[in-house]
């Protein structure tokens, strides 16, 4: 039995009320039309609590538009959701990538992460392939995915949306990488499910690196609104030199600026006793008071490490949780500690990640009980940096 409309039903009660349970919610596949948008597959899914989000199958998968009872959680950038065919890797330096960044969730890797890297290719045996050559977040998110499946799967009285996809990473005398990757969201909730799984296809030994660029806008972020994480300390960040200067903390967030320069810390957080590590941006002010959020939760295994980006500019304005494998040095700094992940031939790494928007101010305090349980968050906006690496 699920709540729609807040009130409890069974599948049979449902029936009675409709002749498509598609009027209440569902996943529909569409394909976009217009400017650098056109030919993008999207399926989707709405779960009837009015939580809508898309996902684009033609860009790795990854989630574009979100919204919650009308209101944005997903951030847009001013590149909408650029087609694959338009991208170039390695045009402007490897900057290219930020020509097609934009949407709740951007994939990064498989095989690289963070900035432009030219890395010795030693391993793929291929006497005419010195390097390899990677741009800003790596080749993934700008891939289209093969649609495996998608639809409703009822259990009971319990019905989860889903949708499964395939996107390769692959070339020959390189990489051969493949995301196989499914999304679910129960009918009746706020909550989406991302299931990863990144295997090694291939039959060289392949690095492997993964990152979510996963971005909130206004109007979860806000003047005021306050990013919530179990910190134990705060490693890194990439303002050091003038931490002060924009008037920026880690806490409490910011209204839009002009000229604003982008602010990247690095923190270390603690896992509860289940190693899950919840991440939050929460904007208690909105709709006079009621509140709004989004929660990200990872396994500490999975993603062992922890970013926020503040991108207060006016007009890209964007605050992204970003869990990653490694940390934000790099694949140089990686390799420098013995840290990189290397695949064998059918090797694999999963990674389970679930979203939660926040509705209202119980589910903010609730959430904030949780971290201070495990672990009791400073409110200093501006943390001394350990630059402690190992924990």
Same mark, same amino acid.
């Given at each position: 039995?699920?709540?729609?409309?807040?009130?409890?039903?069974?599948?049979?009660?449902?029936?009675?009320?409709?002749?498509?349970?598609?009027?209440?919610?569902? &996943? =529909?596949?569409? +394909?976009?039309?217009?400017?650098?948008?056109?030919?993008? #597959?999207?399926? @989707?899914? *709405?779960? /009837?609590?009015?939580?809508?989000?898309?996902?684009?199958?033609?860009?790795?998968?990854?989630?574009?538009?979100?919204?919650?009872?009308?209101?944005?959680?997903?951030?847009?950038?001013?590149?909408?959701?650029?087609?694959?065919?338009?991208?170039?890797?390695?045009?402007?330096?490897?900057?290219?990538?930020?020509?097609?960044?934009?949407?709740?969730?951007?994939?990064?890797?498989?095989?690289?992460?963070?900035?432009?890297?030219?890395?010795?290719?030693?391993?793929?045996?291929?006497?005419?392939?010195?390097?390899?050559?990677?741009?800003?977040?790596?080749?993934?998110?700008?891939?289209?995915?093969?649609?495996?499946?998608?639809?409703?799967?009822?259990?009971?009285?319990?019905?989860?949306?889903?949708?499964?996809?395939? &996107? =390769?990473?692959? +070339?020959?005398?390189?990489?051969?990488?493949?995301?196989? #990757?499914?999304? @679910?969201? *129960?009918? /009746?909730?706020?909550?989406?499910?991302?299931?990863?799984?990144?295997?090694?296809?291939?039959?060289?030994?392949?690095?492997?690196?993964?990152?979510?660029?996963?971005?909130?806008?206004?109007?979860?972020?806000?003047?005021?609104?306050?990013?919530?994480?179990?910190?134990?300390?705060?490693?890194?960040?990439?303002?050091?030199?003038?931490?002060?200067?924009?008037?920026?903390?880690?806490?409490?967030?910011?209204?839009?600026?002009?000229?604003?320069?982008?602010?990247?810390?690095?923190?270390?957080?603690?896992?509860?006793?289940?190693?899950?590590?919840?991440?939050?941006?929460?904007?208690?002010?909105?709709?006079?008071?009621?509140?709004?959020?989004?929660?990200?939760?990872?396994?500490?295994?999975?993603?062992?490490?922890?970013? =926020?980006?503040?991108?207060?500019?006016?007009?890209?304005?964007?605050?992204?949780?970003?869990?990653?494998?490694?940390?934000?040095?790099?694949?140089?700094?990686?390799?420098?500690?013995?840290?990189?992940?290397?695949?064998?031939?059918?090797?694999?790494?999963?990674?389970?990640?679930?979203?939660?928007?926040?509705?209202?101010?119980?589910?903010?305090?609730?959430?904030?009980?949780?971290?201070?349980?495990?672990?009791?968050?400073?409110?200093?906006?501006?943390?001394?940096?350990?630059?402690?690496?190992?924990?």
């Amino acid at each position: 039995m699920f709540s729609l409309y807040g009130e409890k039903r069974t599948r049979r009660e449902l029936a009675r009320l409709t002749g498509s349970f598609g009027q209440f919610a569902g &996943v =529909q596949l569409y +394909t976009l039309a217009e400017g650098v948008e056109r030919g993008i #597959r999207c399926l @989707e899914f *709405r779960t /009837g609590t009015g939580l809508i989000f898309k996902v684009l199958v033609d860009r790795a998968f990854d989630i574009g538009a979100c919204e919650y009872k009308g209101a944005a959680i997903g951030w847009h950038s001013p590149t909408g959701f650029r087609h694959p065919s338009l991208h170039e890797h390695n045009d402007e330096g490897g900057l290219s990538w930020l020509r097609s960044f934009s949407g709740l969730m951007v994939t990064c890797g498989l095989d690289h992460t963070l900035f432009m890297d030219k890395d010795p290719a030693d391993h793929y045996h291929y006497e005419h392939r010195a390097v390899v050559d990677s741009s800003i977040h790596g080749r993934i998110a700008n891939t289209p995915g093969r649609l495996v499946g998608y639809g409703e799967r009822w259990d009971g009285d319990e019905c989860v949306l889903w949708c499964e996809g395939i &996107v =390769q990473q692959s +070339t020959v005398f390189g990489e051969d990488l493949h995301l196989l #990757r499914r999304i @679910e969201a *129960r009918v /009746g909730s706020n909550e989406i499910t991302l299931h990863d799984r990144v295997v090694n296809h291939g039959f060289y030994r392949t690095p492997h690196m993964l990152m979510y660029h996963i971005n909130v806008g206004y109007p979860v972020l806000d003047k005021g609104s306050q990013y919530l994480a179990p910190v134990r300390h705060t490693i890194w960040a990439s303002h050091e030199s003038r931490l002060r200067e924009q008037s920026v903390g880690y806490f409490t967030q910011s209204a839009p600026q002009i000229d604003f320069r982008e602010q990247v810390f690095e923190h270390s957080l603690q896992a509860d006793q289940d190693g899950k590590v919840p991440i939050a941006l929460v904007n208690p002010n909105f709709d006079c008071g009621r509140g709004v959020g989004l929660m990200v939760e990872v396994n500490s295994k999975e993603f062992p490490c922890h970013f =926020q980006w503040q991108n207060y500019q006016q007009g890209m304005y964007a605050m992204g949780i970003e869990p990653s494998t490694n940390h934000v040095l790099g694949k140089p700094f990686a390799k420098s500690r013995n840290e990189l992940i290397w695949l064998e031939h059918a090797e694999e790494r999963s990674y389970t990640t679930r979203f939660k928007v926040l509705d209202g101010q119980d589910e903010i305090h609730a959430l904030k009980e949780r971290i201070n349980g495990i672990c009791k968050q400073s409110e200093d906006e501006y943390p001394g940096l350990s630059g402690l690496w190992d924990g």
